[in-house]
């Protein structure tokens, strides 16, 4: 693999990063997630723009511009022979990079940006099996709820959970006991004949491909409870690598009829 590490390609076993970088000692950055076809990265604009959002609330300086990001972004690609590929996907994680200890920033950051990718699967997701995580809940009053922040502790033991349980993903619920999203989806759900998905301040991450839906008019936002959970009918799980059907959630089984075109 080759990777484009502050501005350089490397092969991977290269590419060095200070053990002092905040990113590493305290999950100081964020990263997004991105797929592209043949060279093109999906909903690229929104992905940067859902970056410097997500900086400017952790007061992370972007060292490029958004022409210099999408440079980078083709560069990997190219450099990993994955231009013309069906599909591949891409990691831009960007920290606050090295500093001494303790909790408060250096006055002037050298962020640390990386890019990595890799092929896509070629086979289509198989329908996924949810249970309600017990263990973990979501803060929606907190400002990382909303950016792509490098935090998962709780999405890792909601996951853990899942797994231990037999299923594939978890529903993570947010502090008021509502639906938020799963560990790394938004979730749909067809509740009495309507789509619907949780709003962000309910916890749901502003999923690019989620925003694309909503602007297509496929859903609408709003709070998912446990009784409307228990009554969906259908539900499909949405980011950046794709859509996902639902095929049951805490053991019951949901209809896994193709969603409608608009959806695609």
Known sequence: MIVWLNGALLPV????????????????????????????????????????????VLGIPVPLDDAGLAG??????????????????LRLELTRG????????PAEPSPTLLVTTRAAPAAAPAPVRLVTARGTRRNEHSP??????LGYGDMILAHR?????GADDAIVLNTAGHVAETTISNVFLEVDGAWVTPPVTDGALPGTRRAALLDAGVAAE????????????????????????????DGRCLSLEEVPAPWR
Request: charge should be positive.
């Open 13 to 56: 076993d290269e590419a060095c990063i200070a053990p002092s970088d905040r990113g590493f000692t305290l999950g100081d950055g964020l990263f997004e997630t991105m797929r592209a076809e043949a060279g093109t990265v999906l909903r690229r604009d929104r992905h940067l723009a859902r970056l410097r959002s997500g900086a400017a």
């Open 161 to 165: 959970e899942a797994s231990g349980s």
């Open 98 to 105: 090295p500093a001494p200890g303790g909790l408060a920033p």
């Open 222 to 249: 709003a709070t998912v409870t446990l009784a409307m959970l228990a009554r969906a009918r259908r539900a499909v799980l949405s980011n950046a690598n794709g859509l996902r059907p639902v095929a049951s959630i």
């Open 72 to 89: 980078a972004l083709t560069a990997v690609l190219t450099a990993n022979d994955l231009a013309q590929a069906p599909a591949a996907v």
């Open 144 to 149: 990382l709820s909303r950016i792509k922040h």
